[in-house]
């Protein structure tokens, strides 16, 4: 993931607290999944440890995996 990325970290939260995956991790869950956390809201983006809008992760990260 280059440097410029909008998103490099994704951090999921269970009932035991948050725990973090890469992006690439992310997108190795099942469709179903992911869109569970994105519409729970138990999905966290983040680039250099800083929480990135959601609306604004999840258009970048549409666009790296149409690439």
């Known amino acids: 993931m280059s440097s410029n990325a909008v998103v490099d970290q994704v951090r999921?939260?269970?009932m035991d607290g948050w725990y973090e995956?890469?992006?690439r991790e992310f997108f190795g869950l099942p469709l179903?999944?992911?869109i569970r956390h994105?519409?729970?809201r138990t999905v966290e983006f983040?680039?250099?440890g800083q929480p990135v809008d959601p609306h604004e992760a999840l258009a970048e990260l549409r666009r790296l995996q149409a690439a």
Do not use: C, D, K
């Open 12 to 14: 999921i939260r269970r």
């Open 21 to 23: 995956i890469t992006v």
């Open 32 to 34: 179903s999944t992911r």
């Open 38 to 40: 994105v519409l729970e």
């Open 46 to 48: 983040r680039r250099a």
